[in-house]
Each structure stands twice: as structure tokens, then as C-alpha cells.
């Protein structure tokens, strides 16, 4: 059984930085790549940014590039994302999730992965 816990949201100004952190027991976490996702009020859930399971190769939306930084310790089968340079359209539930297709590291839609956090929530205001 995997589990997924993510931590650091919260509230802050816009311009301002958060580190998310998700924590996934279970075994194995250094073999698959996951992904951070993000869902505001109303509106789908939506990609935010994926590494791959070494953590060699990231992916990010566009909205996000050059403000978020997406990482990971496999030593401690932890995930991080650095937010930098906060804008309130950034406000949302953010959550990871585990990507179990290996060798397509910069999925997308959210169905195709397979486990997730219980989301944590970041609020930016203006």
C-alpha cells in the first residue's frame, strides 16, 4: 500500500515563496516518477510540474516555469516544490501523485496516475 502526505501549504502574499513537501511511505518510491497537481475552487484539477524517478528530468506547465521548482530525495522518498514568486491565480489545493508508467515521466492528465495525497492548500493573496 502506498500513501502520499503532502505538507507546506499556507497562506501568503503574492511575490512571496512556499516549499511543499509530499511523504510517501511504501516501497519502491525511487522507482516511479510523480507529479504535483493543483485544483482551485470550481475548476478541474490540473498539471503542475513532473520528475522523473532518479529525478534527472522535470516537467512543468507554463504558468509555472521559472517560478516552481520541482525535486526529490529518494533517500528519504520525499517530493518537494519550491514556489517562488507567488501570483494569487496560483491559489488552489495542491497534491501529489505516484506515476506508475515508467519511461513517460511527463504525463499530464490526471487519470493516469494511480496514487494520491490528501492535498494540501495554498492560498495567495493579492
Known amino acids: 500500500q502506498v500513501q502520499l502526505v503532502e505538507s507546506g501549504g499556507g497562506l501568503v502574499q503574492a511575490g512571496g515563496s512556499l516549499s511543499l513537501s509530499c511523504a510517501a511511505s511504501g516501497r519502491a518510491f525511487s522507482s516511479y516518477a510523480m507529479g504535483w497537481f493543483r485544483q482551485a475552487p470550481g475548476k478541474e484539477r490540473e498539471f503542475v510540474a513532473a520528475?522523473?524517478?532518479?529525478?534527472?528530468?522535470?516537467y512543468y506547465t507554463d504558468s509555472v516555469k521559472g517560478r516552481f521548482t520541482i525535486s526529490r530525495d529518494n533517500a528519504k522518498n520525499t517530493m518537494y516544490l519550491q514556489m517562488n514568486s507567488l501570483k494569487p491565480e496560483d491559489t488552489a489545493v495542491y497534491y501529489c501523485a505516484r506515476n506508475p508508467k515508467s519511461g513517460r515521466f511527463y504525463l499530464t492528465t490526471p487519470h493516469e496516475y494511480d496514487y494520491w495525497g490528501q492535498g494540501t492548500q495554498v492560498t495567495v493573496s493579492s
Open positions: 520528475i522523473s524517478w532518479g529525478g534527472g528530468s522535470t
